[in-house]
Structure formats: C-alpha cells, structure tokens
C-alpha cells in the first residue's frame, strides 16, 4: 500500500511517499480503505517535530480520516464489510474522562494515523459517519469537528440565546461557527481578513472583528454585547490571544482552551480569571460517546462542514504547507481513492 510517512527526521520536506505491506486485519480489527484525509495543525507541528520531538520515526500523520471496510477481522460484530466509518482520534477513549492511558492512543503520534491507502483500526475504535456527507467532508470529522463539539457540548453547555466567541477561520473555528448556530447561539467571529470575515457572517456569524485594526478586541467583543461579555470564548491562539479571551468573556463565562496558534507561554495575570469568576478548560478532542452524538445532530441538520480545498493523495506534502500558510478557510482534505 502507498503512505505518507515522516522518514528519518523531522521536516515538511521529509514527508515523503512510501510503500509499506498490506496489513491483514487480526481479531476484533477492521481493515478500512482510506477514501480521504484532512491535516490540522496538530499534524503540521508534528512534521516539523514541534508537537513531540521523541517520536519514534518513520509515522504516518493525521487524524483526520474516513474509509470504507473492505475486511473484518475474527470477533468483529460492530461493522460490516462495505460501511463507511471515521477512525476516532483517540482509539481507546470511548467515554467519561480522559487518562493518560487512553489518550496514549491517538491517531497521526504516537500511532500511525490516515494519511494511507490502508489503514487497521480496533472496531472499538470507529464511528458510522453521516451519510449525506462526502468523502472530503467526512474525513473532516474525528478531530477537527469533535473538538468544536467538545467544546461547545461536551464541555460546556452552550444552548440558545447564548453568545459564542470564535477566534479565526480555521477548520475547528469554523466547525465551532457552524455548531453555535445549531445549538441557537449567536456568534462572533475575529479574524485578520475582512474577506474572511465576510464569509463567516454568511455562515451566520452575528458580528465579525478584525484583529488587526481592533487589536483591543476583547473590548470591542464586550461593545457589542452591551458590555456583557460572551457566555463562551473558543479560544485556538493559546499564549498569544488567551488575555483578549479572557476580557471577552462574561463574568461566570468559560473560556475553552484548544490551539496554539498565537504561541504556547506567557506572562499572563490570572486576576481576570479570579475576579470574573471564569472557568478555564481545556479541550483534548473528545471521546467516541461524543463523536457519535455530533454525528446524530450533523445527520438531523444535515449539515456540511466548509472544505477549503481538496488535494489528490500524491499532494499530501502540499496539502500540509498550504495548512501552514494559514490562507485557508474552513478545512483542507486530501482525497485518497
């Protein structure tokens, strides 16, 4: 079978394709054939050997996938041959809180992930996805889609009438946009680009905020909520924007820590945090439990999460540096059949 893997060491220009066998599936195992692929920053950190220099190499990267089961293993009763399924990002995480041992299990580091043309996976560790969807769409959905839902369902409790602050454009923002508007809420959305802005307002974004003329913007999100602040703030830049999001925030409100993008530390006062009574949470993907209810409600709304673009297996090294460049809109996916 065909791979991208991380040989040797790491870099975007180690990417590299490769052959490795065909895997056969053991007891209780599914072997599925990848349709397509979708990179996060996740995986562009791990390439670069950002996210964790000790891991072994060679790796397939990504979390992101979906693919149809072409073989069971002995024992399998979950699936049948011919389904169309999405790998969860932490295969032994199935529910309640995680553990160091569950999230141990992760797609695209320290396992191999998806970007291959064949894949094995524990039945435990798979999901049905919505049929509606396409292959580019689906494979959108284990990671950068359960991480919005966590964030605004699993780990909060955001319902209609509230307020949801969603920081840029990318992939789990836009999925976090999109998830807002089911649930009732009102969203505002910050970015660089007005032409961005643009789009997610016709996504149903309330308000949208440059950054970069707004530079104070978690006043202005406070402006434009009659001083309130919002109920949640779904906070990607990490080190970098995490004060903003904490101005932004209503008093008892929470603000749900997932990315990095703005940096990874700080010198920040934790007296917003204090006085403002804030729940701080971090979100690490979420479990099968979840991924399965997001799948019912995206089935219910027949909702389409945004695919920027779409790029054939051999452009995979591609797909990743046009991640880095931070141009796109919604997610990127790599069709792999």
């Excluded at 940096?263 to 945090?273: E, H």
């Amino acid at each position: 079978m065909r791979v991208f893997e991380i040989r040797e060491r790491f870099g975007l220009d180690r990417l590299v394709a490769a052959e490795r066998p065909d895997p056969r599936p053991g007891p209780g195992q599914l072997l599925l054939r990848m349709r397509a692929a979708s990179p996060n920053y996740r995986d562009l950190l791990t390439v670069r050997g950002e996210y964790n220099p000790k891991q072994p190499l060679p790796l397939i990267p990504c979390s992101d996938g979906v693919g149809e089961v072409v073989e069971l293993g002995a024992g399998v009763s979950r699936f049948a041959v011919g389904e169309r399924v999405a790998p969860i990002f932490a295969q032994d995480w199935i529910s309640g809180e995680p553990a160091f041992s569950k999230l141990r299990s992760t797609l695209g580091g320290p396992r191999d992930g998806t970007l291959a043309e064949l894949m094995l996976v524990p039945e435990h560790g798979a999901v049905r996805v919505p049929a509606h969807l396409s292959d580019e769409e689906a494979a959108c959905l284990p990671c950068a889609g359960l991480t919005a839902w966590s964030a605004l369902v699993t780990c909060a409790t955001v319902r209609a009438g509230d307020t949801v602050l969603v920081l840029g454009t990318g992939g789990v923002s836009i999925f976090a946009l999109q998830f807002a508007q089911l649930l009732g809420a009102q969203v505002i959305v910050t970015s660089s680009s007005d032409e961005k802005l643009v789009r997610a307002r016709e996504l149903g974004a309330r308000h949208g905020i440059n950054y970069l003329s707004e530079p104070a913007w978690g006043r202005k999100v406070r402006d434009l909520t009659g001083g309130e602040g919002v109920d949640l703030v779904v906070e990607v830049g990490g080190a970098g924007t995490l004060a903003q999001s904490l101005s932004a925030a209503r008093f008892g409100g929470t603000v749900s820590v997932i990315g990095v993008l703005a940096g990874r530390s700080t010198d920040l006062s934790v007296i917003p945090i204090l006085m403002k009574q804030l729940r701080v949470q971090g979100v690490m993907v979420g479990h099968r439990e979840g991924f399965e209810a997001m799948n019912r409600a995206i089935a219910l709304h027949e909702m389409r999460p945004v695919v920027d673009r779409v790029f054939p297996f051999e452009q995979s090294r591609e797909a990743v540096a046009h991640l880095a460049r931070g141009r796109h809109f919604g997610k990127i996916a790599i069709r792999i059949a």
